[in-house]
């Protein structure tokens, strides 16, 4: 009975960090192609790396696991589990499948390497 207790009352704290999580990946990927111009003017290039968005996929996964797994365990449910894998493929395949393709910074960056 005691772990149900601790499982209840820490579970509200996860579902805000991926709710918070969530909201700020929505805001970056809806905000990015508008703001990409502004960001080596604001010291804020690295949004645009793709270093960076691979290492975000790599939190979404570990938030994800602290989010999913306590709320399966306790309901039971596969249904948000399935759309968290149908999500997270979602992110890994723009993060790792389609290198260079990101966004302008990318290009940008492929061209000079090139």
């Known amino acids: ?58 939190a979404c996964f570990a938030i994800a696991l602290a989010a999913f797994v306590p709320g399966f365990r306790q309901h039971r449910r596969w249904v948000p589990g399935a759309i968290a894998v149908i999500g997270l493929s979602l992110i890994t395949f723009a993060a790792f499948g389609i290198a260079g393709d990101c966004c302008v910074a990318c290009e940008i960056q492929v061209e000079f390497e090139s």
Do not use: K, Q
């Open 1 to 58: 009975m005691n772990t149900m207790n601790t499982l209840t009352r820490i579970s509200p704290a996860r579902d805000w960090i991926g709710i918070v999580a969530s909201i700020g990946c929505a805001v970056h990927c809806a905000a990015m192609p508008f703001v990409i111009a502004y960001l080596p003017m604001l010291g804020l290039s690295f949004l645009a790396d793709e270093g960076f968005h691979r290492w975000m996929t790599l």
